[in-house]
């Protein structure tokens, strides 16, 4: 069985050779293939090329029967992969844009109760069921705009059993979608306020109840602290790291949102796989990520939605990093999983290329959440996570039009996904 995708306009984010990462000045050039064929066997993308170089059914491997989707006038790109998200939330924020827009700041919001402690006390109330139901409807959302991978946090439970329901509801979702999965353990999210005057107490319960039973479980693939003025400090966030990295949780960290908080050179130090946000970095800190395999994730969602000052993505591609991109979607500082207004975003906010807002949104966020060997490309034996667009005039309309609904068709793991018909549009047929 085989799904044959031709006469595409332009295949984009192709790669011959796959690549773990992609630096610096690389991140502008990415590769595309005019007037192409592209075919999966399974799950699985197994070849591509030009359509003038197209072998017919008979060169096709698995070819007892191929599905044909003629995309004249479309792209193909690889899936989005969206390396930080809380997208496991109950109910929503909306009280505290409208407190944001009367003037008061992210940090004295959490302080009266509200931002992620306003998200726990909602978490408690609601079932694990419950939970699954809502957290369900913006994987579906999110798939239908484009992403083929997410990394998902706990950190709204702040409890040993809320953190665990958290975790247990991400593990449903990677049960229950085509979306690739990853988990992300972050007790260390907020001090809960009944520990505000022994924050040791909590620091306590997070190493030696919450990871030991996060780790028996199985619940999750990293570690992430808040480290940040007002939250957790290098030195608390040292301990909860070393005690994750133990369990072989490696880490993942929220550095640099709120202050220089040091959070950057801690990320360095125990080995990250990614620090994110880094709105608050200057040269210290990109000279700390300089020759490590640490990925500094961008999230120009939420220094939108909060009015934070844009991290300094052009001095980082200049300094050879490998810059990623994430949509943060969570109630409190980033209420969307769009990628492609993250992309949007990048290129107006951040001032980086289309080019370089795409090798983020695909090769280097694959790489941030621990994908890079099977997602963020177009290359043969890669799990073939793809979107087909609307008719457009050129790769750089995606992030052009901000605001525009581009995503025509989903496929994940080689399955049409959305739209639930696909013949809309009636450009499919069988061999
Ligand atoms: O990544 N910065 C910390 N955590 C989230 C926000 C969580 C919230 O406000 O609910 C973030 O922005
Ligand atoms: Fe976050």
Do not use: W
Request: aromatic residues 8%; negative net charge.
């Amino acid at each position: 069985m085989g799904l044959l995708i031709r006469n595409i306009k332009g295949l984009i984010q192709v790669e011959e050779e796959p690549k773990k990462k992609i630096c610096g000045s690389e991140m502008s050039n990415i590769r595309t293939i005019p007037d192409a064929y592209l075919y999966i066997e399974e799950d699985t993308i197994s070849d591509f090329g030009e359509m003038k170089n197209f072998p017919g059914k008979s060169g096709m491997k698995n070819n007892d029967r191929i599905d044909i989707i003629d995309v004249s006038g479309r792209f193909v790109f690889p899936s989005f992969c969206d390396s930080h998200t809380h997208l496991v939330y109950a109910g929503s924020r909306e009280r505290e844009f409208t407190d944001k827009i009367r003037g008061l700041s992210y940090e004295e919001i959490a302080r009266r109760g509200g931002g992620i402690l306003n998200s726990a006390k909602k978490l408690h109330e609601t079932s694990e069921d419950d939970l699954f139901t809502q957290s369900m409807i913006r994987i579906n959302e999110i798939i239908n705009l484009g992403t083929g991978a997410v990394e998902i946090k706990s950190g709204y439970g702040l409890t040993v059993d809320d953190e665990l329901k958290m975790l247990r509801v991400i593990k449903r979702i990677k049960d229950n979608s085509p979306i690739e999965v990853k988990a992300t353990f972050l007790g260390a999210h907020a001090i809960p306020e009944e520990y505000k005057n022994d924050r040791e107490k909590y620091i306590d319960i997070i190493i030696n109840e919450m990871i030991p039973l996060v780790s028996s479980e199985e619940l999750a693939d990293y570690i992430d602290v808040f480290c940040d003025r007002g939250f957790f400090t290098v030195n608390e966030t040292e301990r909860i790291l070393m005690a994750g990295i133990k369990y072989g949780l490696p880490a993942k960290i929220h550095a640099n949102e709120l202050d220089f908080s040091g959070g950057v050179q801690t990320g360095v130090k125990y080995n990250a796989l990614s620090v994110d946000h880094l709105e608050r970095s200057g040269e210290e800190e990109i000279k700390a990520l300089v020759g490590t395999d640490t990925i500094p994730t961008l999230l120009p969602g939420s220094a939108f939605f909060l009015g934070l000052p844009d991290p300094p993505a052009r001095r980082m591609i200049e300094a050879g990093l490998s810059v990623a991109l994430a949509s943060d979607y969570n109630p409190g500082s980033s209420p969307s999983g769009n990628m492609k207004l993250v992309m949007s975003m990048a290129c107006i906010k951040l001032k980086m290329l289309p080019e370089e807002a795409l090798n983020a949104v695909t090769v280097n966020s694959a790489c941030a959440m621990g994908l890079s060997e099977t997602h963020g490309s177009i290359a043969r034996g890669r799990v073939a996570n793809i979107f087909i667009t609307k008719e457009i005039p050129s790769f750089e309309f995606m992030p052009y039009a901000f605001g525009s609904d581009l995503v025509d068709t989903v496929i994940l793991k080689g399955k049409i996904i959305y739209p639930p018909t696909p013949l809309k549009g009636g450009y499919k047929s069988v061999y």
